[in-house]
């Protein structure tokens, strides 16, 4: 069997012509990894550590020295030592000016330190070129080839040309450099690593607030109350009944609260009739996670299929079904077929099954390797029009659903109405006012403000 | 909560030691922007204006100078201006003489002039190095820092070295360049950011006849027929009944349009004895786009998927098997098990599951981040031998789905087919005909023209 | 219709300003098209060939001159002939001396040559360059523009110098050079448009075995047992009953076997004491398919929704159902709901479409782009939490499927357990392990090994 060509392709050692010389201090796990690569592309490496004697596990082309020696040896040095050790490079001050040090170092949490350790060595070593690095790269990773998950290696720091430098050795090792601007960048570059999801946060938290609201709503009115009222345990609801009145519901509100920052930011807009003012920090906070919201909304969505797909499966389902036809046959009546209910059901159905579809179409646009090959005009059309489509497609779904008991009063449980209602309000608020706002009086001014007109242009002062 | 990585990571001011300054012209939306994000990068920037007051809304630390003084500080100026008002850059003529000018304009139609704005310019001031480039960018998505569409911008112009630079600039903002040669080309660039979706046009186009025909077919046979002559509505079979008849037949036929080309391709080649004339132009279009085609082939069987998987649910065809549930119970008989049924049944489904689950297949390998980490010889593999097996089992789908009453007199209404039935002319007529290009005396000819070979060289002259 | 933007953007003729002349060697098929791509971007372009005599085919703009002669004139000379025909270069011997031989050729079987084919030509001219490049690529994709697999051109070289060069002009045609390292790298390369998911290999020849085993199995247990017993046909469950009893087991054992080298590679380091000596080469070459494993698991795990799903729809469900509903009817008997049953069958779907949900959003994450978006932190979490989890609950799932007959002996055939109890074997033996590992007397010493931590640092020699 051949093995990956990604991590086979063979490296040869020794025929660099041209390449420079690179120093790294530390034989820790990163630096043998990166020193092992280094050599791989065609560098020669030297390394600089307190024991000069070499371990079998330091690349076999790879010297070995003190640090001052190291050092002198090349312009690139990099430093594969945690920032506690940072203080050992004091005494070196006067053999490192000049030379480029990369920090590649990462934190345990996130805004460790009140500086990053990139400015921490940049003050500890005023004269050298201190350059962020490789932090997001894992020594793992490096050394199998297996880079499944980013190849992309932020680079920060003031001296252009020395960055310059870490980025063509950077692309060198096959991986591809990100240019993030001056040192100050660094905070943010450290804190990368240490990030799980944090556009997904406020998407999981909502979801999970609202999951439980309605968990509990509907437990009190489809188990709780015919358990009081009927004596009937219906306990085994939660597993699917209970689930699949969840996640439409949650997928129909998040989806409608991606498009409730826009309808706010046009009345802000038309309100204050310029575009040159910023929002509220809530509003551009929650327009920034809008994607999330809606792979999120989804999410729900999908499981709402799986759920009401399973339907006919279901064991209680099929009791019920087969009591009705037996108590039917038994009772000597066929009831003839109810063409309004053949309407609703069907209509009710075939327009989920279409909101559906187009919102997975939206969730396939969003993939970065499709949005990044459509233009503006066509990203817009799919997230905008598109995407409004699927929000009135999901409501007309969800309304049709209540059929001619909409509504209707028999279907409060102790004055609970039933949870898809609860469910309508944000989207057809949303809808409602989108609406308002398409009208040409409304629509020309918003037009114009967001091309840069302003009604009182005092403002934009 | 923290934000996007992306538009996060501090950009210094000030701390460039080596950028050289870029000059823009105009102070609207897009130029703000774009300075903006040039001083962020560490580029000097200098506006040119008609009015050198300072507005609060240009960038604190660029220049704002009259067009002449603004232009002279910089090697690369930025026109961002609308054509209209290009005339105003005749009288800088001698001033611009050398520049690289940067044309960053976009029409509002396809095709607006008889040329391009680049082209234009470059004929106003024809001592500059006029080149193309960021037009595809939005001033939103370069302030907010949400490049979620394209990163790429498209760079063109007569000048290397000139364009060469303008790259360069394009890379340190973080963006893509992508060479696409002349000015020539400024056209088609120009063009890039008006189109919606050009190559989808005639896959939907042909869709929507087909869908238009196939409803119109289906509701004369299996509701205005059941109408006339049982007195019967179905009228909502419109919803689901109809929907899911034309979905597959149209699933079908596009899959087998996809394929179709590729057969005329090899019976033109195999006629003319070369592959060194050109096709048709329409066979050329036509192959253009079958990546298309294929895709709202896969739209159309999700659909039929998820409206065949719904129908145990529908009212009306749970009112239908309980009633006849109900009349056997009445006439007290059983029905044994018919083995025959069971097994048309079952191998239908089955084919059917089979031939989606290697369409989606199909449909994943066409991503482009999927599609560029296989080789030629797997992406071939793939659309080709699957895409054939795909049709094939579909094709067979199809044909069982009819099972015994497959081409039998009873089921013409007012002598119409089945749809289905119409649905399976083209993949039949492709899969025929490929079966036959397989046989080794066409196929070893083929094979050889396709190597370069020809059979009467004349022909190549 | 306009026509696919990359394929169409102008790229004009003649207006290089600095673009050195590239030698062609060969007017086949590749060399015309490389040749027509060169031109098109700007690059002079000369043939050497052995009848110098213009064809219609050479692109206009191109001289065609004796390969001597051409050679001359370029710095840069792309070999487009065939491996058997190099030794006519051994007499330019002189001429091609410090020249960049590019050598493009592929071969017809992997390894078909004792060394590849760039070696074979640096040993006949050694004073030339030579650099692998272009073999990636087809003629047809660089003359339509279709570039829809991969835009990448490995490139290898001994020279530095040279490599730049080639790579630049790579990067000039619109694709994207990856730098392979030395020469030595050329077989590889010129393996690697052979390869048909080489990765692949072992997941797929794994997962025939499993199902030829398990489907004689189902076949033993459920056609021809019934048929020897109870003499009944129930041959058509080879269509769907049986197809979705070996893919869900299929699924879960595939599934297991993605996370059980990693428990093996945790019991070899707890029992090493150390990381730093490598695992035995069947752990090593399986942990690298462990994607590959998954991604094939997933595909079962679909195939088994889509059969389920499909349940309702099949006529011997139907009949079976019918008639036990007619039998009860003429037994005028009304079975009451069973609590346990109920609660047993909606927990068993639940769990299943839980599992389902996760595996689908473990197999968008392993999409390349999606991949690339995420930090190693996310990325771990992702495929070790979230997978585990996937796990537990596909396997919770197989085990509350069995109900109330799980391990009862009832279910034995011919002493044979159902299919789906041998499947838990390995998912179970997982995740007991697995659990066992949690425990801080294991984990921690664990976690310490894999930070660098030796027990007996001798063994690092």
Redesign the interface.
């Known amino acids: ?5 990604s ?6 050692p020794n ?5 420079e010389t690179v120093c790294i201090f530390g034989t ?2 990163f630096g043998r990894a990166l020193g092992h690569k280094l050599i ?3 560098y020669p490496v030297v390394f600089g550590s307190r024991s000069t004697q070499t ?3 330091i690349p076999k082309d790879a010297e070995v020295l003190s640090h001052a020696e190291a050092a002198q040896k090349a312009a690139i040095i990099i430093i594969a030592i945690q920032r506690q050790h940072y203080n050992f490079l004091t005494p070196l001050a006067e053999i490192l000016h000049g030379k480029v040090l990369v920090d590649i170092s990462n934190n345990l949490k ?1 805004n460790q330190y009140p500086e990053s350790n990139a400015e921490y060595l940049a003050q500890l070593v005023p004269g050298a070129k201190v350059v962020k690095a490789f932090n ?1 790269v ?1 020594a793992w ?1 490096l050394q ?1 080839g ?1 880079l ?5 290696v ?1 680079v ?1 720091g ?4 020395a960055k310059q430098m870490v980025m063509d050795t950077v692309r ?1 090792l ?1 991986l591809t450099p ?8 660094a ?3 450290e ?9 997904w ?2 998407p999981m938290l909502l979801s999970l607030g609202l999951i439980a609201f309605f968990f509990f709503y509907c437990l009190i009115r489809d188990v709780i109350y015919p358990y009081v009222y009927e004596n009937k ?1 219906y ?2 609801f939660i ?3 209970i ?1 699949n009145r969840i996640c439409p519901i949650l997928a129909l509100i998040l989806l409608a609260l991606v498009y409730l920052p826009g309808v706010f930011a046009a009345i802000i807009q038309l309100y204050r009739g310029t575009k ?1 003012r910023r929002f509220p920090d809530w509003l551009d ?1 929650w327009m ?1 996670c809008r ?1 999330q919201l809606g792979l999120v909304a989804l ?1 729900f969505a ?2 709402h ?12 389902v ?13 009772n ?1 009546k ?2 003839p ?3 309004t ?7 009710y ?2 327009l989920g ?1 279409l909101g ?2 187009l919102f ?2 939206l969730g396939i646009t ?14 817009r ?1 799919v997230q905008s029009k598109l995407g409004y489509l699927t929000l009135v497609l999901c409501t007309a779904h969800t309304m049709v659903y209540g059929g001619k008991w909409f509504l209707s009063p028999s279907s409060y449980r102790w004055y609970l109405p039933s949870a898809y209602m609860l469910s309508l309000i944000i989207p057809c608020t949303v809808l409602v006012v989108k609406f308002v706002l398409i009208f040409p009086c409304l629509d020309k001014p918003l037009t114009r403000i967001r ?2 007109w302003e009604r009182n242009p005092q403002y ?2």
């Open positions: 069997m051949n093995k990956n060509s991590n086979i392709m063979a490296l040869a025929t660099s012509k041209k390449r820790g796990d791989q592309s065609g371990s079998s596990l996130i997001t894992s990773a199998s297996t499944d998950a980013s190849r992309q932020f920060c003031d001296d252009m040309e060198a096959g990100l240019d993030q601007g001056s040192l100050l960048a905070q943010e570059i804190n990368y690593p240490l990030q799980l999801f944090p556009m946060k406020f345990d306990s085994f597993a699917i009944s689930t040159y906070k920034l994607k999410a999908s499981l299929v799986l759920y009401t797909l399973v339907i006919p499966i279901r064991s209680f099929r009791w019920r079904i087969s009591s009705q036809i037996v108590s039917q046959a038994l000597n066929t009831e077929l109810d063409t209910n053949a309407w609703l059901s069907d209509s159905l075939a099954i559906f579809f997975v179409l969003s993939l970065p390797s499709v949005s990044n090959n459509v233009n503006w005009r066509e990203f059309f091309q840069g934009s002062e």
